[in-house]
């Protein structure tokens, strides 16, 4: 079946730091991939998705390109800020549904 | 724009006692979704519908029920509520197409079962 499994967290990074979030997923076809950001208290929100092989997403500095000889949607931020502590989400799309992997929690200290 | 808007956004439930949450959306989407969020286990698919009149189960069905009247209403029952059943619940939903690029969520139910 489709998954999605991504690194285990805390993540904590000092500010201004370079931030990787791993994600790996393993589907029967060719799915769409997102990444969602839950802030404390709030819902999911959207970050940023790529819907075919090679394609970049990015949005407010974070990056993610979809690697299909990987199987891989990696989450990149080159300089994190406090604000940016959430619990990031990977996601695919195929089927009509969206699998999400586990969650990894990000803590930015100053 | 009301968007997914979930009620209530906060219960606090007895063992065996049942209620329904109400997941509506104006935005005349075809497919609508509930999930269920649990610290370390990510967001698990519960029940989903691609149309009105029409429901499936997800990952994780049991011990819930869904109705899909209406397209712009769609309900998750629980009949005899478990502590196991404690979780934060999302509702979302989408038009049809097939990247899965138009994904709107609900702001959430916390939900506790004592």
């Given at each position: 079946?489709?998954?999605v499994?991504?690194?285990?967290?805390p993540?904590?990074?000092?500010?201004?730091?370079f931030?990787t979030?791993?994600c790996?997923?393993?589907?029967?076809?060719?799915p769409s991939?997102f990444w969602?950001v839950?802030y404390?208290?709030e819902?999911?929100q959207?970050?940023l998705?790529a819907?075919?092989?090679?394609?970049k997403?990015?949005?407010k500095?974070?990056e993610?390109t979809y690697?299909?000889?990987?199987t891989?949607f990696?989450?990149?931020?080159?300089s994190?800020?406090?604000s940016?502590?959430a619990?990031?989400?990977c996601?695919?799309?195929y089927?009509?549904?969206?699998?999400?992997?586990?969650g990894?929690?990000l803590?930015?200290?100053? | 724009n009301?968007?997914v808007?979930?009620t209530?956004?906060f219960?606090?439930?007895k063992?065996g006692?049942?209620?329904?949450l109400l997941?509506?959306?104006?935005m005349?989407?075809?497919?609508?979704?509930?999930?269920?969020?649990d610290?370390?286990m990510?967001?698990?698919?519960i029940h989903?519908?691609?149309g009105?009149?029409?429901?499936?189960?997800?990952?994780?069905?049991?011990?819930?029920?869904?109705?899909?009247l209406?397209?712009?209403?769609?309900l998750?029952?629980l009949?005899?509520?478990?502590?196991s059943?404690?979780?934060v619940y999302?509702c979302a939903s989408r038009?049809?197409?097939?990247?899965g690029?138009?994904?709107?969520?609900?702001?959430?139910?916390?939900?506790?079962?004592?």
């Amino acid at each position: 079946g489709n998954s999605v499994t991504q690194m285990e967290g805390p993540v904590t990074l000092s500010e201004e730091a370079f931030l990787t979030i791993n994600c790996t997923y393993t589907a029967t076809g060719y799915p769409s991939l997102f990444w969602y950001v839950q802030y404390p208290g709030e819902g999911l929100q959207l970050l940023l998705k790529a819907t075919k092989a090679d394609d970049k997403g990015s949005n407010k500095g974070f990056e993610a390109t979809y690697r299909k000889e990987t199987t891989s949607f990696h989450l990149e931020k080159g300089s994190v800020q406090v604000s940016d502590s959430a619990v990031y989400f990977c996601a695919l799309f195929y089927g009509n549904k969206l699998v999400f992997g586990a969650g990894t929690i990000l803590r930015v200290k100053s | 724009n009301a968007g997914v808007t979930q009620t209530p956004k906060f219960r606090v439930l007895k063992t065996g006692q049942s209620m329904t949450l109400l997941c509506a959306q104006d935005m005349n989407h075809e497919y609508m979704y509930w999930y269920r969020q649990d610290p370390g286990m990510g967001l698990r698919l519960i029940h989903y519908s691609v149309g009105e009149g029409t429901t499936a189960k997800g990952e994780v069905p049991d011990g819930y029920n869904v109705s899909r009247l209406k397209k712009q209403n769609f309900l998750l029952g629980l009949e005899s509520a478990a502590p196991s059943q404690t979780s934060v619940y999302f509702c979302a939903s989408r038009p049809p197409g097939r990247n899965g690029n138009t994904i709107y969520f609900g702001e959430g139910s916390w939900l506790t079962v004592v």
